[in-house]
């Protein structure tokens, strides 16, 4: 796997000036000659864009969810992935840039140098932000993080999961910030992104399980646990839609006892109540004295009786 470390930012000095068409420096608040200076190195950066050596950034989005960054330089937001699309995808092409100030705003252009520089983020460092927040820095981090996030440099033109693409990752040396890419087959990367989002995914839905079982927590699923609920069933990875993922739960649906939703196939609820009596003897969960036989009706009591005759034929 090849890899490269590039001094961070990756732009020669006099490329760390303003992108064009997207100013995070006011410039009426400069002098004179800071102005000009400033100017002069938007220009230098724009030939460099032109000339195709600034490379967009692309983010894949395999989740349901709309993903967001604002940071306060970057605001962003990435569709979730629509139904029967493997992805949603954001591709930035241009360059963001803030300034760092060493001394007075108001300077001329020989202190400029050494008091005043731009800070230049390629479109994939844009796009690094997603990666914090969605996928994480440390093995912790995506116990928690929701996953289902590809970053890598360049755009999607011919690329298909079997493509190689430039991953970006930052780096520490001695205390400084280095920005680093390695190469990876795409499929490769949809599966770490997939894996880290289904372990978020169950988890979650065993939580949502955890409280659907009490009437006091059920009110605790959102529409952040439904989105999931569907999901997870829509990629196959629960074998049946969750019971508590309809939104309003019917009385008649209901356990009388504990008030949850009753979505047992012996006739019995979680809670031990016996919610429908002939189906609980049919099922051998309770035994033909059990006191909520008598609800039954005439004709259900002709089918336990039949019942109770072939079992006791069965022992013989």
């Known amino acids: 796997m090849a890899t490269s470390v590039i001094d961070h930012p990756v732009l020669p000095e006099d490329a760390n000036i303003l992108a064009t068409g997207d100013h995070l420096v006011n410039l009426n608040n400069l002098g004179q000659a800071a102005q000009e200076r400033l100017r002069l190195r938007e220009r230098r950066i724009t030939e460099l864009e032109l000339r195709g050596e600034i490379k967009p950034g692309t983010i894949l989005n395999r989740s349901p969810f709309t993903l967001r960054v604002e940071s ?24 963001r840039s803030f300034p760092i100030y060493r001394g007075n705003q ?7 140098r050494g008091k005043y ?10 796009l690094m932000e997603f990666k914090h927040t969605y996928i994480g820095e440390t093995e912790e981090d995506r ?3 929701a996953g ?8 999607m033109e011919g690329v298909t999961p079997k493509s190689t693409v430039r991953v970006p990752e930052f780096v520490f040396r001695k205390g400084e910030r280095y920005l680093r890419f390695r190469d990876q087959l795409l499929k490769e990367l949809i599966d770490e992104a997939d894996a880290q989002m289904k ?5 979650v839905l065993i939580q949502a399980d955890t409280w659907a079982d009490d009437p006091k927590t059920r009110a605790n699923i959102q529409d952040n646990e439904r989105i999931w609920a ?13 019971a508590w993922r309809n939104t309003v739960i019917r009385p008649e649906d209901s356990c009388p006892r504990c008030n949850a939703q009753y979505v047992s196939k012996t006739g019995m609820c979680k809670c031990s109540y016996v919610v429908n009596p002939l189906l609980a003897y049919m099922s051998g969960e309770i035994a033909v004295d059990h006191v909520r036989l008598n609800t039954l009706s005439a004709e259900d009591w002709k089918k336990v009786n039949a019942e109770q005759k072939r079992r006791d034929d069965a022992r013989k």
């Open 72 to 95: 306060g330089l970057i605001q962003y937001t990435v569709p979730p992935r629509p139904k029967g699309k493997p992805f949603s995808i954001l591709t930035i092409t241009g360059t």
């Open 106 to 112: 108001e300077m001329s252009d020989k202190s400029l």
């Open 117 to 126: 520089d731009v800070k230049v983020l390629l479109p994939v460092e844009q």
């Open 143 to 145: 116990l928690v993080k």
């Open 148 to 155: 289902g996030v590809i970053i890598f440099e360049g755009d």
């Open 199 to 203: 372990n978020r995914c169950m988890a």
């Open 230 to 242: 569907d999901f997870a069933f829509e990629q196959q990875w629960i074998p049946a839609a969750r």
